[in-house]
């Protein structure tokens, strides 16, 4: 809240200084000759523009651009809480951090995530985005429903997926045991069912977090596609199917190829925010994190570092390491992009 009323304060101010200069600027009086524009070039310096984007400039520069130099410097030192002298360290955190293997865990445990979270929460934001597309009666009710877990706080979705996951009572056990139990019905020679412990054994806990997060997220990209798929002219499906193409082939050659800068955008910010992930681990199991630490993420082990163990510069040092991996991803998803763009064109 103190925040919002600094910003607000910053912007007033912004705005008030910019109306005055605007007031007293060379355009607003009487022309000036132009052998006066000569002697006199600096009276075309506009400082409205700089004035106007003064508010932003310091709410960046001392809530996003200081804390991040401020971390990387942390990082530099032997940073404890309780310690009265942070000595310069220099890389030794992030010596110590690689040669950690918790850290290594953490990070194996984070990618594949990433590989579960990021290709099929995209795929099935894309097929909610290519159903809600063709829907022309409840499409805005339908909407709103897909996309209304979004809008939930992480802990809440994480306690309810909790009772979900419950290996005795929980619901996705005994759709399944009904499920398997129809089809024994029919006559498949199928294994008596028996309960998965989702949250208890090590092979099962990153899916069932993936499943989770999935559909926590899957409405936000759908959102993102569903606009791409409308900013799509008629004309491109109406000389498709003019042509005799079918459904998936206007989709292969129209929709997905006029989705791409969509599609680039999706990927990027679900590499960026599966990376981070924290308030799924945090939520259903203990900052230990989880049986075998299956659980354990790099965001997680940053946090149990840095205010659990009061390692600041370790814990810092861990969220640069994790902000390198996330740059290499993002260059390289980018650079694989433009050069599929660059190949189509040059053909």
Same mark, same amino acid.
């Given at each position: ?17 910019? @109306? ?9 009086? &009487?022309?000036?000759? /132009? ?53 310069? %360290?220099?890389?030794?955190?992030? &010596?110590?951090?690689?040669? @950690? ?22 795929? %099935? =934001? ?8 063709? !829907? ?6 339908? +909407?709103?429903?897909?996309? !209304?877990?979004?809008?939930? =706080? ?17 619901? #996705? ?34 899916? =069932?977090?993936?499943?989770? =997060?999935?559909?926590? *997220?899957?409405?936000?990209?759908? %959102? ?10 008629? $004309? ?7 042509? *005799? ?8 050659? %129209? ?8 599609? #680039? ?7 960026? *925010? ?9 939520? !259903? ?7 075998? &630490? ?13 205010? *659990? ?6 814990? /810092? ?22 050069? &599929? $763009?660059?190949? +189509?064109?040059?053909?």
């Amino acid at each position: 809240m103190r925040g919002f009323w600094i910003s607000g304060a910053l912007w007033a101010f912004g705005f008030w200084i910019a @109306d005055k200069v605007k007031g007293t600027h060379p355009d607003n009086r &009487r022309p000036l000759s /132009a052998q006066s524009k000569i002697q006199n070039p600096k009276s075309k310096i506009d400082f409205a523009g700089p004035l106007f984007a003064l508010p932003h400039l310091v709410l960046f520069t001392v809530f996003l651009l200081a804390p991040i130099l401020f971390g990387f410097y942390i990082s530099l030192h032997g940073w404890h809480v309780l310690a009265k002298a942070h000595p310069l %360290v220099g890389l030794a955190n992030y &010596r110590a951090a690689l040669a @950690d293997d918790i850290f290594w865990i953490a990070l194996r445990n984070t990618a594949y995530f990433v590989v579960l979270v990021v290709p099929c929460g995209n795929l %099935v =934001s894309l097929l909610l985005a290519l159903g809600l597309a063709g !829907l022309r009666r409840f499409s805005t009710f339908y +909407k709103v429903v897909y996309y !209304l877990p979004v809008v939930i =706080s992480i802990a809440v979705v994480a306690v309810l997926w909790r009772w979900l996951y419950n290996t005795e009572v929980g619901l #996705l056990n005994l759709y399944l045991q009904r499920m398997v139990n129809a089809l024994r019905g029919l006559g498949l020679p199928l294994p008596a069912f028996q309960p998965i412990p989702w949250l208890a054994r090590p092979e099962w806990v990153m899916p =069932s977090i993936a499943l989770m =997060s999935i559909w926590w *997220g899957a409405g936000g990209n759908m %959102v993102l596609y569903l606009a791409g798929i409308h900013n799509i002219p008629d $004309d491109y499906y109406e000389a498709a199917t003019l042509d *005799g193409a079918n459904g998936w082939q206007r989709f292969w050659s %129209v929709t997905w190829p006029l989705l791409r800068p969509t599609t #680039l955008f999706c990927l990027v910010f679900s590499v960026l *925010g599966a990376f981070q992930i924290f308030g799924q681990s945090y939520v !259903l199991f203990a900052p230990g994190s989880g049986p075998a &630490r299956s659980a354990l993420t790099l965001a997680l082990y940053m946090y149990t570092q840095g205010f *659990g163990q009061h390692e600041m510069g370790y814990g /810092a040092a861990v969220a640069y390491l994790l902000f390198a991996v996330v740059l290499v991803l993002t260059v390289i998803q980018f650079r694989l992009l433009s050069e &599929r $763009d660059d190949r +189509k064109l040059t053909r």
